[in-house]
């Protein structure tokens, strides 16, 4: 109940957020541009949420090919703006630097980027996958019983509106001939429609396998399902989706590696996955 409510506020979080940001931002600018006295409060208001919405507007429109744990820009002009709003205190940019600006930045860094996950029993390392269904870019069912005798790169991922998403795929795609060279498949699932997949096969512009998850049902017996996980204000892509995961199987179906991230903006690098490949097959 409690972990469904938390993922209820962080399905609230971030779109409203940031609109609320942008009207700050203008609403400090306003008063920087048009009031008599020029005010160090409003320049602070400014310096500590504007660069929150660059960032944030950069990450929701192009992918953020080099995600890291934590975000020094946002946070250190959140700092320097609390720094120079509290030299005049004015009530409403204090609030809104505090609030918005510091508040804001410390919540999305040390909140809301962290996945619920639970510990996970049946994705461990050694372990046998379990099988389930997933659906051809045709139609049709496949199950991943059907990839025995084969080695698979499995990739959940949450969709096409998700940046983070889109930078692991492009990371993949870049690293797709070295994969194909140690005899790898990348299957790469994901709960959004086939015609969502379709246009994000066509942008990578590499054969690599897309299936789709109808109603996360893989990702609810893996138990991998994250609930109320899309964003509000993020149409086309339901409420529910899956915590991202990267799975590698042997050619027996047997788990080599697993990466179960807490952290929606940290993704194994292509790089580690074919440095893991190359010690599992030396």
């Known amino acids: 109940m409690i972990k469904g409510l ?10 409203p957020y940031l609109f609320l940001c942008i009207a700050v931002s203008i609403q400090s600018i306003y008063h920087l541009l ?6 160090v409060s ?9 660069p929150l919405v660059l960032f944030m507007s950069v990450v929701y429109s192009l992918p953020y090919t080099r995600v890291v744990r934590f975000i020094a820009l946002p946070v250190v002009m959140a700092l320097l703006g609390s720094v120079l709003t509290v030299i005049e205190m004015r009530p409403l940019p204090t609030f809104y630097t505090l609030f918005f600006g510091l508040g804001g930045v410390l919540v999305y860094v040390f909140w809301y980027t962290y996945l619920d996950r639970s510990d996970n029993v049946l994705l461990r390392k050694g372990a046998q996958l379990a099988d389930f269904t997933l659906t051809t870019m045709g139609g049709e069912s496949i199950s991943a019983s059907s990839f025995l005798g084969r080695k698979v790169l499995w990739v959940f991922f949450r969709g096409n509106w998700c940046p983070m998403c889109q930078a692991q795929l492009a990371d993949l795609a870049k690293q797709y001939d070295a994969l194909c060279e ?5 299957v790469l699932i994901s709960p959004q429609s086939r015609a969502k997949s379709a246009e994000q096969q066509a942008r990578l512009g590499v054969p690599m ?16 399902v994250h609930r109320y996980g899309v964003p509000l204000g993020i149409l086309g892509y339901g409420q529910d989706t899956v915590l991202p995961t990267v799975l590698m199987t042997d050619e027996g179906g047997n788990i080599i590696y697993v990466d179960l991230t807490d952290n929606f903006r940290i993704r194994p690098r292509a790089e580690t996955l074919i440095d893991t490949l190359d010690q599992a097959w030396v």
């Not at 048009?34 to 005010?39: E, G, I």
């Not at 409003?42 to 504007?50: D, S, T």
């Not at 140690?182 to 990348?186: C, D, L, M």
């Open 182 to 186: 140690r005899g790898v498949e990348v």
């Open 209 to 224: 396998q897309f299936y789709a998850d109808v109603d996360n049902q893989a990702a609810r017996s893996l138990g991998i």
């Open 42 to 50: 409003w320049l602070g208001a400014a310096v500590a949420v504007g």
């Open 6 to 15: 938390i993922s209820r506020l962080k399905r609230w979080y971030a779109i």
């Open 34 to 39: 048009t009031d008599a006295v020029f005010s």
